[in-house]
């Protein structure tokens, strides 16, 4: 072969494999289509923000209570079940909030990781008067929660405990996907961060106070009462969809006109005729106060957060005891 020949015949060659590279059929790669995320399902709101918070984008965190419902009343359906059970992790609030949840748990298999938050905060015992006026009633079937073992299964509104369940959710995160374990541990220590900043402008915000009684018309705030040195009255027990009785209200009356007390403080969530009443009945204003169970659609669409919407809680509590 002559080199003119060879040319033509590398030519050829060449121009051979460039065709077969170009025409043979390339490994499928996906465009567009992103790569499936891990799911983690949780119960209530304060969890939801939490895992948000922590998960960044690495992990797809799913609210098992819709948005805007009473977390109280809620009840899961037959898909919603479905969707817990297709999840990596599954965190609920425990404490009696979610029973429907301890019956979720056993249908669940080992390939769902099962989280009771509450084993992981410190919890504070209920009122013993709250007990007193829940056994006086009608047992309730549905909605009833927070006197299981006399604990008060609202414990996110202590900041300290949003502290511990944000590092317990850092570390099953980071055991549940270890190669993002650094990105999470970023991001609990930054959130870690606000909540610590939240708790000073509570404790300098709330320390010098007129009035230290804190009336509402679900006793939802007694983590809050507590880590605030407030005394925390509620016209109805620790499970929202409670009824009181005439003598309680009549009590209530009196302790707001005995103290002064000028706001009434009621959830939105929840039916605030009670609260409305005692108000017109002693001349207090109403104003409602969000114990976080849960968040409206339109508050998330405003973008606010279980920060945000403790700081207007704060400025609440600041006008209606008048601090400082
Ligand atoms: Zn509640």
């Known amino acids: 072969m002559d080199t003119k020949r060879l040319i033509v015949f590398a030519g050829v060659i060449t121009a051979i494999i460039i065709g077969m590279t170009f025409f043979s059929p390339q490994p499928q790669k996906k465009v567009g289509i992103p790569e499936a995320k891990t799911v983690v399902s949780v119960s209530t709101f304060s969890l939801y923000e939490v895992a948000n918070a922590v998960a960044g984008d690495a992990i797809d965190v799913r609210t098992i209570v819709p948005l805007g419902s009473d977390a109280h009343m809620f009840s899961p359906n037959p898909t919603q079940v479905a969707d817990i059970s297709k999840s990596a992790l599954f965190i609920y609030n425990g404490a009696g909030f979610e029973t429907w949840a301890e019956g979720v748990k056993t249908t669940l298999s080992t390939t769902t990781g099962v989280i009771d938050m509450s084993q992981r905060v410190a919890l504070q015992k209920s009122k013993e008067e709250d007990h007193a006026e829940h056994s006086a009633e009608t047992p309730v079937v549905h909605g009833e929660h927070n006197h299981q073992e006399g604990y008060d299964a609202h414990y996110w509104l202590d900041i300290d405990n949003m502290i511990k369940m944000t590092q317990t959710i850092d570390a099953e995160f980071s055991k549940l996907l270890p190669s993002k374990a650094e990105q999470f541990h970023k991001n609990a220590a930054g959130y870690i961060g606000e909540l610590q900043k939240l708790k000073t402008e509570f ?17 939802a705030f007694g983590y809050l009462a507590r880590a605030n040195k407030f005394e925390n009255l509620s016209v109805i027990g620790l499970s929202s969809d409670e009824q009181p009785s005439a003598q309680v209200m009549a009590h209530i009356i009196e302790v707001v006109r005995e103290h002064s007390v000028k706001t009434i403080f009621f959830e939105e969530l929840i039916n605030d005729n009670v609260a409305q009443t005692i108000a017109k009945e002693t001349g207090a204003k109403a104003v409602p106060l969000q114990p976080l169970e849960n968040i409206s659609e339109d508050e998330l669409k405003s973008h606010q957060t279980y920060l945000s919407l403790m700081r207007e809680n704060l400025k609440k509590l600041r006008e209606a005891m008048e601090c400082r």
């Open 203 to 219: 404790t300098t915000g709330l320390s010098e106070c007129k009035n230290r009684t804190l009336v509402t018309n679900h006793n």
